[in-house]
């Protein structure tokens, strides 16, 4: 069955072509929160992956999908995106991994370093514009005039299926799996992992966790139509931005395998990132932590049963780190 293109098949498919460009990552038992909350957490760290975050799947199989069905030469003016986080450097490392050329647009406000991180995974780092919003007008002139193609976030059913190759190593690693806990933004990474885990397992819940305020995807679930939100500063930024006025495939996507969707507080993704810092040892950015603030903060229904959080991404500076713990009171 295919819902808007992403089929548990087209994730095998993306799953064939990401192996031995992705990193299969490992589902780890943590010990403190499985005797916290008494019962199995397992984390899948997607903090392993290369470029820290599990966007690498989905762009990987996009580029890949792209040059297997028109051939190499159908993607020879590159490929092309707008984002300074975790969706930039996939494309880059994914492009250059290929053989193929990128260019991210970037606002000029965006600072050095994060300019300099993609420039060193090979791309062109091409700055233009006094915002986001023109930023993504250089993307759509490239496309339109230098016949690049764009590599979206998550709005496209390679890119979904790409994140879903997520959903397949849980339940390889998991097969009793009773619930898994997911960061929401765009929806690539739920809509993908809910089309793998509801067929192979339809009994598991998969659980949407958004910011509380500036939430996209909440405000146009409520409203049946993509709402822009204005963007507000989150330890979750990751989890910002709009859905797409157009969105064709993640809103409806989500709607189908989503079970149930809680937002958390700024305070709880603080406390749950220190929580993960200290008692696992492991990093992790704001939206990286959604899950369990969202176990935290709703008193999900955990106990006697195996969940699994997605530790989506690590992109977490020195400032950020401090910012968490002082609101988590640490
Ligand atoms: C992009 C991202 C998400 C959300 O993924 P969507 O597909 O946009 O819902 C969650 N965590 C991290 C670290 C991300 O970079």
């Known amino acids: 069955m295919s819902h808007h293109g992403v089929s548990l098949e087209a994730i095998h498919q993306a799953r064939r072509r990401i192996a031995g460009q992705v990193v299969r990552t490992p589902l780890v038992r943590s010990a403190a929160l499985s005797a ?36 190499s030469e159908a993607l020879a003016a590159g490929v092309v995106t707008a984002s300074t986080g ?15 050329p990128a260019v991210i647009c970037l606002s000029r406000l965006v600072p050095p370093d994060k300019v300099a991180a993609i420039e060193a995974l090979g791309a062109e780092a091409r700055r233009v514009g006094a915002s986001q919003d023109e930023a993504f007008e250089e993307v ?15 709005d496209d059913p390679l890119v979904a299926a790409g994140q879903g190759t997520i959903g397949l190593e849980l339940m390889e690693d998991c097969p009793d799996l009773d619930r898994v806990i997911v960061g929401l933004s765009g929806g690539g990474l739920l809509g993908g992992i809910g089309v793998a885990v509801k067929a192979i397992r339809p009994e598991c819940r998969v659980t949407g ?6 939430a996209a995807m909440w405000e146009s679930l409520q409203a049946g139509y993509p709402v822009a939100v204005e963007e507000v500063e989150s330890l979750g930024d990751s989890l910002g931005g709009g859905i797409g006025r157009d969105n064709r495939c993640t809103l409806a996507l989500v709607r189908e395998v989503m079970d149930d969707h809680v937002q958390v ?36 229904a955990v106990r006697g049963r195996k969940v699994a959080l997605i530790l989506s991404g690590n992109a977490v500076s020195l400032e950020i780190l401090d910012r968490a713990r002082v609101l988590a009171g640490r």
């Not at 930039?88 to 250059?96: I, S």
């Not at 966790?209 to 500036?214: A, Y």
Request: one cysteine or more; aromatic letters at 4%; charged letters at 25%.
């Open 36 to 71: 916290r909350f008494e019962a199995e957490i397992l984390l899948k760290l997607e903090t392993c992956q290369p470029t820290g975050a599990f966007k690498l799947r989905g762009a990987t199989n996009m580029i890949a999908a792209l040059i297997e069905r028109h051939g």
């Open 86 to 100: 975790n969706h930039g450097r996939a494309v880059a490392y994914a492009a250059a991994q290929q053989g193929v």
């Open 140 to 154: 759509e002139r490239l496309v339109s005039e230098r016949g690049m193609t764009l590599i979206p976030p998550f």
């Open 209 to 214: 966790v958004s910011l509380s305020r500036g």
């Open 265 to 300: 507080s700024e305070r709880a993704i603080a406390r749950a990132m220190v929580a993960i810092l200290e008692h696992e040892k492991r990093l992790v950015e704001g939206a990286a932590a959604v899950g369990l603030a969202a176990i935290e903060e709703h008193g999900l």
